[in-house]
Every structure is written in structure tokens, then in C-alpha cells.
């Protein structure tokens, strides 16, 4: 089955700190996905990337920013991170160039600035 | 633009009970539907999707989905809830061309009681 991990369950980062999240898929896939997850407020895309090199906006993407220079792998940089960046983030991956395909998950990051 | 509504943000049934999941979608375009389910500390796994085949769309765990264009709907049913069934449930739009993404709904969270 499909793996996409995330480098870090938890991870507690200070205001004003640079902070990378890793996400890495095994299986070749072309999409690749970021969103963030707050109580009551579901899942936000903040970056998606279709191709190595690629990226797209989502809803929220202020504040952060993404690299994708191999395919398997997508990281999300907070530049300066800040309280209101404290959550859930969640990385995913698809098969195809269409988004009809099965997103396949990772476990998650819970990411809190202090 | 593409969005979701999910009506309740929490359900609670009992156990053997009807489970009835509202959602509610606006597409510009014909859509692609999917209900995922989060367990506890997990990451995001696919129920079902509806990508125009058959109105009707049977997933995993007993779970099904009725597409209704007329209504916009896409609502979860499942005819016996089950203890284990105690997740987070979210509904995902997608207009399934090639650099889109999956747009989320703000889950609604199953409770089951014995």
C-alpha cells in the first residue's frame, strides 16, 4: 500500500522560528498536498504541487511556502513562524494529474509555536 | 469556485441506529465526491467517491452515498451504526481537472452510544 510519510509526529517550535515540515511518498505519485486541520474549521489546503518543481496556492497560503525538487518529497516552510500557525498539518499525495484519485494521507504533524 | 457544506457538526447515535451524514456541495462544473473518515489520532482515509458512474456509490464499512444533482447533495448513510464507527467525517468537492485540488468540508464528528 501506499506510504506518505511525515517526518514528525510533534514538534514544538518559538515565534520567529524558520520551520520545515517533510513529507515524502513511495509511490511515484504526481500530486502532492498540504493542508492544515483546526477544530471546526475541517481541512484548508495551503499548497498543492502537481509536478516536481510545480506549485499551486490553496485557500491559505500566507505564511508559508513550499519545495518540491523531487518528486517523492514536499516540504512546507513556515518562513517566521508565528502562534496562529500553531496546528494540525497533514500532508497527502495522488496518483494522477486529475483529482478524481484517492488521496493517500499521512499521519500528521502537530505543529505548536510558542 | 468549488465548495462544501456539512450540515451538523455532531451527530450521535446510538448503537444499531440509522446514521444519516449531510453534505451539500456547489460545483461550476459536474463534480467528483468523496466522504473521508479520520479514527482517532489517524490520518484522513478514503470512504467513497462518487466520479459520475452510478448515482448510488457503495464504500467501506457498510457506509453508501447518494448523489442527488437536483438537491446538490451527497449525503453518508449507513443502515447500523457500530461502536467503531466513533470518527471525524469529511466531505471533499473536486472538480477533477489537472491543477485543482480537493476542497474540504469542516467534518462532522460521529458519536455512537451503546
Known amino acids: 500500500d501506499v506510504k506518505v510519510t511525515q517526518s514528525s509526529r510533534y514538534l514544538v517550535k518559538r515565534t520567529g522560528e524558520k520551520v520545515f515540515l517533510e513529507c515524502v511518498q513511495d509511490?511515484?505519485?504526481?500530486?502532492m498536498f498540504w493542508y492544515r486541520q483546526d477544530p471546526g474549521l475541517g481541512l484548508r489546503l495551503i499548497y498543492f504541487?502537481?509536478?516536481?518543481?510545480?506549485?499551486e496556492k490553496g485557500d491559505i497560503p500566507e505564511g508559508y511556502s513550499v519545495s518540491r525538487e523531487k518528486k517523492e518529497r514536499f516540504s512546507l516552510i513556515l518562513e517566521s513562524a508565528s502562534t496562529n500557525q500553531t496546528s494540525m498539518y497533514l500532508c497527502a499525495s495522488s496518483l494522477g494529474q486529475t483529482t478524481n484519485e484517492k488521496l493517500f494521507f499521512g499521519s500528521g504533524t502537530q505543529l505548536s509555536v510558542l | 469556485a468549488q465548495s462544501v457544506t456539512q450540515l451538523g457538526s455532531h451527530v450521535s447515535v446510538s448503537e444499531g441506529a440509522l446514521v444519516l451524514l449531510r453534505c451539500n456541495y456547489s460545483s461550476s462544473v459536474p463534480p467528483y465526491l468523496f466522504w473521508y473518515v479520520q479514527y482517532p489520532n489517524q490520518g484522513l482515509q478514503l470512504l467513497l467517491k462518487y466520479t459520475s458512474a452510478a448515482t448510488l456509490v457503495k464504500g467501506i464499512n457498510g457506509f453508501e452515498a447518494e448523489f442527488k444533482k437536483s438537491e446538490t447533495s451527497f449525503h453518508l448513510t449507513k443502515p447500523s451504526a457500530h461502536m467503531s464507527d466513533a470518527a471525524e467525517y469529511f466531505c471533499a468537492v473536486s472538480e477533477g481537472q489537472a491543477g485543482t485540488a480537493l476542497i474540504f468540508g469542516k467534518g462532522t464528528t460521529l458519536s455512537v452510544s451503546s
Open positions: 509511490m511515484d505519485h504526481e500530486n
Open positions: 504541487s502537481y509536478d516536481v518543481k510545480m506549485k
